[in-house]
């Protein structure tokens, strides 16, 4: 099992395509009240970091080169890697842009070399073809080898072995491991839980007692044991959208126009991927960075801003209480084929909307994504 994962990706595309910057700190993001998409090594070092607000990065980096995402670059060089992992292996599993999980099993005598070898000329091929620097993790499991690509960023190779995962596990933070954020990893450290180690010496059991079911997880974890498999076609899990104020918001008319854009954002994704989302999600964010998400379980699956709309809406009705917000966003989870979940006889509204924004895809689709706009969609624009 490998994983890729490309190295401060967004950042490292700008480099390559101005050779000027090569020595400059760089930040892919921008907007007077954005966050940091990703910014490059030398920035890093200034202390940037990706998710960090704009304003705070250029505190710590001033002299930094702030540039404008631009996805046609980043899905062009995505879509080269990813071509180029394909020619080795069926079985890739992108987990988006610039990273993947690969299974080289059984690869040997068709591509010419262990599978050690294998991964060092993709990543040697990487550099010279696309331009771009990948490090990379070979372990027996998805999560060793996720650990793996991170240990020596940026042009790392790392292996880990199957008899030597617990002890390498040991003495590692148990923020290492996925699934311990930093308000798990609070609660571990009250109950003298620091390292991984410390994991396996509680044993299965106590960990279930305490933590439930991600106890027996973190079990696994600890063992360095994780049996998921590469699957090349795992559903999304979900689609959102969300936009950060250039001003703090605080009435509700103000924060709902700009939620029925980002509902609107979702609802195309949805129809152009052609599925359907079962849970419907409210993400605000206040003005001192808190944030808050709300989630309601629909009477039906919907691929429509209408209905994904109505129900954030009533969401959002709770949370409007004199508080300033910073960010909304939408969002859809629970996601199947549209062909796999017929509607039911009694969502007729979520028909009749489909009918409608289909129509409207068809006309952005001839004439321009901007020659039809939805009332409410112009009243949130700046």
Known sequence: ??????????????????????????????????????????????????????????????????????????????????????????LVQPLSLDEAWM???????????????????????????????????????????????????????????????????????????????PALARTLEKDGVRRIGDLSRMGARTLAERYGAFG???????????SRTVNPDETRKGISAETTFNTDLTHREALEDRLFSACEKVAMQARAKGVVGRVATLKLKTADFKLVTRRRTLPHPTQTAHTLFEATRELLAGEVDGRAFRLIGAGVSELVETAKAPLDFFAQDEARA?????????????????????????????
């Open 354 to 382: 489909r009918v409608k924004e289909q129509a409207m895809d068809s006309l952005r689709a001839r004439f321009g994504a901007s020659a039809l706009v939805s009332g409410r969609s112009l009243k949130s624009r700046p």
């Open 1 to 90: 099992m490998a994983h890729l994962d490309s190295d401060a990706f967004y950042a490292s595309v700008e480099k390559r395509d101005r050779p000027e910057l090569r020595d400059q700190p760089v930040i892919v993001g921008g907007g007077i009240r954005g966050v940091v998409s990703t910014c490059c090594y030398i920035a890093r070092t200034y202390g940037v970091r990706s998710a960090m607000p704009m304003s705070t990065a250029l505190r710590a980096c001033p002299e930094a080169v702030v540039i404008r995402p631009d996805f046609a670059k980043y899905k062009a060089a995505s879509r080269q890697i990813m071509g180029m992992l394909e020619a080795l292996t069926p």
């Open 216 to 226: 027996l997880r973190l079990a696994e974890l600890a063992e360095g044991r994780d």
């Open 103 to 181: 299974d080289l099993s059984g690869t040997e005598r068709l591509n010419g070399g262990s599978a050690a070898w294998q991964l060092a000329r993709l990543q040697r091929r990487i550099a010279s073809e696309v331009g771009l620097t990948v490090s990379i993790g070979l372990a027996p499991n998805k999560v060793l080898a996720k650990i793996a690509s991170d240990l020596d960023k940026p042009r790392g190779f790392a292996v880990i072995g199957a008899t030597e995962a617990k002890r390498f596990l040991a003495d590692r933070p148990v923020t290492l491991l996925p699934g311990v954020g």
